[in-house]
């Protein structure tokens, strides 16, 4: 974790220490929202107090950059560099002041953040900051009132202004991420429409009591869970359970509050409301997963741990050597401030949040939207994979994927022709997929007369003067008509019939076809050693065809949302590391609780808020290229964490004298230099990422 993350949970130690680094997207919503049940304005409170931590680093850091520039004219060091001369009476003095207004302000978050660590006994990032712009502040303010010396005013300042921008970057990379639970309760209405002694009335979500009977109209959000008085409709519950046909229901059936009503108006008899929602239970999944996700010691903070102790050690040391060899006090405290000053170099505090900002730059270019950066870090050591089946691995669409007409009847477009006849008077889905393949063909489709539903069993009317039906496998029984050997149904399909004057004419086949690029992407996965697994609230007939299809490792079908966190739960107590990919409600607390958890987008805004990336573009194959972009980013950071701190090695003891006795002390200005062309070979690495994605795609 660079240093921005150490700054999080330092200024909320109070709130959320106990939790590991707010600087992780889901924690900091967790933490940072939680603590008093489910009310949605906590988990807004969050996610505003993130946003006005990044307005103050953008402040500071604009402040500290203006009054940079006249530090920089007014130093004799850089004056000397430049060839200028700029002095005038008091001109020290302004310089101590502008200085000043930059260490107190836009140092302050560093010196807050140095305390809390001291005081938790965890010096990191902010403890090397704080003691380096201190020991250069204390000893440049001596020098300007007396003590012989150089000032370190010009190496102070540009410090700030490089930690300050390097957190800035950082903290902007992960907003956002704590709107999650506001995700999931904005997917209820904000009233409901109550019915009372035969009168509708509105009244806000909020005052809805159980008992009460609702009504929910056409195309509505379902406000509550509860059962159906009267009424009956197609209602698509898809984001919340992971069915991928709306489901029709009627009188006596259950609904959830949150999914969608279809073409029928329902009376409803409220069952479940608030905190006994399964929606508030989807709810309380994902806080207590994004609370127990994993605490990740990052690199860089380990690094500044370490530095620091260097830093201060070799400091005193130097001072004590240099004085105890005989040398003047202002000689031996001039090469102490030196090596402490060095102790902090800037390519340190960029070397993570330049990856950080490039990688997630590039990535959304490229279809990937990192929302938790820790996760897309430690995406290189995935080993298993757990896929949702609708909107995922397939295109969450139900459509028509063969046709057979009898041999020697009617060809497939006559076929559909009569079937779009008589679907295109019904709301059913399995209608919706005949009139869009129809639409699709562009056929031609004839008026249908006398129509009439049979209810449970199919639709039937007469088609330019001849008797057609579209019926269930059911009706055919009933019936005794029999259906040929090939129309037989493959497992993953729903099947109708089409009967003509009595005989069979042939079956429509329908399903939620699989992505072409689906086998493809699961292929890659198994020559990189990763194990991948299917979590679908379909079927068990469906889920097996899918994944034999896909050839996949194993399936889960049937499967309720905390079943879907159970089994990465189960796979993790195993030694796997998991990814969750998925695009609903439903898969919400399981990407949660996932080590890095996965959004297509064509789905919810509840799943990519609760996901650490999102990818646009909902190709699975697209899961590939993160993990080994992920890798790339990830070997970046090492080498620039390794530039960052090898650079210290050299740098502190030539500023401590090793080489004295050759004549050679590494003075301020050639310190400053070596500090300057590491930031610069930083800033490059950096950007080379931008080749690692470009080989990784081709």
């Not at 402040?63 to 850089?78: E, F, G, K, N, Q």
């Not at 902010?126 to 000893?139: D, F, P, S």
């Not at 050639?670 to 990784?696: E, Y």
Request: glycine share 10%; proline share 3%.
């Amino acid at each position: 974790m660079s240093s921005s993350n150490t700054f999080n949970s330092n200024m909320e130690h109070h709130d959320h220490h106990q939790h590991g680094s707010a600087a992780s997207p889901t924690a900091h919503a967790a933490n940072g929202g939680m603590h008093n049940g489910h009310n949605p304005a906590h988990g807004m409170a969050g996610h505003d107090h993130h946003a006005m931590m990044i307005a103050d680093f953008r402040k500071r850091f604009w402040v500290s950059l203006a009054l940079t520039i006249p530090v920089l004219l007014l130093s004799p060091m850089v004056q000397e560099f430049l060839g200028l001369s700029i002095s005038f009476t008091g001109s020290l003095y302004l310089l101590l002041a502008l200085s000043s207004v930059v260490y107190f302000h836009g140092g302050w978050p560093f010196l807050k953040g140095a305390f809390t660590e001291i005081r938790s006994a965890s010096p990191g990032m902010m403890t090397l900051i704080a003691v380096a712009i201190t020991v250069a502040y204390a000893y440049s303010t001596a020098v300007v009132l007396g003590l012989g010396g150089t000032l370190f005013f010009w190496e102070l300042v540009t410090l700030i202004d490089i930690m300050l921008l390097g957190h800035w970057i950082e903290m902007r990379s992960v907003l956002g991420a704590s709107k999650s639970l506001q995700m999931l309760v904005s997917l209820m209405p904000a009233e409901a429409h109550v019915i009372e002694n035969g009168q509708v009335r509105d009244i806000p979500l909020a005052e809805l009591k159980r008992g009460a009977r609702i009504l929910v109209r056409p195309g509505e959000k379902i406000p509550a869970d509860g059962m159906i008085e009267k009424g009956e409709s197609n209602v698509n519950e898809s984001m919340l359970t992971g069915e991928s046909v709306p489901v029709k229901k009627g009188k006596g059936q259950q609904v959830i509050g949150g999914a969608i009503n279809g073409n029928g108006a329902l009376e409803v008899i409220v069952e479940h409301t608030g905190k006994d929602s399964y929606l508030n239970k989807v709810i309380t999944l994902v806080e207590e997963a994004q609370k127990t996700k994993s605490k990740t010691q990052h690199l860089a903070d380990r690094a500044a741990k370490w530095l620091t102790y260097i830093a201060l050690f070799a400091g005193f040391a130097t001072l004590a050597i240099w004085m105890m060899l005989g040398k003047e006090f202002v000689f031996a405290l001039e090469r102490m401030v030196t090596v402490m000053v060095i102790s902090c170099p800037h390519a340190l505090g960029l070397a993570i949040p330049l990856v950080v900002a490039i990688s997630t730059a590039i990535s959304a270019k490229n279809g990937l939207l990192i929302r938790n950066r820790t996760a897309f870090e430690n995406s290189r050591k995935i080993t298993a994979i757990v896929f949702d089946k609708t909107g995922t691995l397939t295109t969450g669409e139900f459509g028509v994927t063969r046709i057979a007409p009898v041999t020697g009847g009617m060809d497939e477009t006559e076929l559909l022709r009569f079937a779009a006849a008589l679907e295109q008077n019904s709301e059913h889905p399995i209608a919706g997929g005949i009139m869009e393949r129809a639409k699709k063909d562009g056929v031609m489709i004839p008026a249908a007369e006398k129509f009439e539903a049979l209810t449970g069993k199919g639709v039937q009317a007469i088609v330019e003067g001849r008797e057609v039906a579209v019926v269930s496998p059911g009706y055919l029984k009933e019936h005794n008509i029999a259906i040929p050997a090939e129309s037989s149904t493959g497992a993953a399909e729903t099947v109708v019939h089409v009967i003509v004057d009595g005989k069979f004419a042939g079956s429509i086949a329908l399903a939620d076809a699989i992505r072409e690029s689906s086998a493809e992407a699961i292929k890659q996965f198994r020559k990189q050693g990763i194990k991948t697994y299917m979590a679908t609230g379909d079927n068990a007939k469906v889920g097996k065809a899918v994944s034999d299809a896909l050839g996949m490792d194993g399936f889960h079908a049937e499967v309720l949302p905390h079943q879907k966190v159970e089994l990465i739960k189960e796979l993790q107590s195993k030694g796997e590391f998991v990814a969750m990919t998925g695009d609903g409600v439903n898969d919400a607390p399981a990407l949660a609780q996932a080590d890095v958890g996965i959004a297509v987008g064509s789905g919810t805004d509840v799943a990519a808020e609760t996901a650490d990336i999102i990818l646009v573009k909902s190709e699975p194959r697209d899961i590939l290229g993160l993990i080994l972009f992920g890798k790339a980013t990830y070997r970046k950071m090492i080498q620039n964490l390794a530039w960052a701190t090898g650079y210290n090695a050299i740098a502190i003891p030539l500023a401590a004298g090793v080489l004295y006795s050759f004549d050679f002390l590494l003075s301020p200005a050639i310190g400053a230099v070596f500090m300057t062309l590491s930031t610069v070979v930083v800033a490059i690495n950096a950007q080379l990422l931008k080749r690692s994605l470009k080989l990784i795609r081709s």
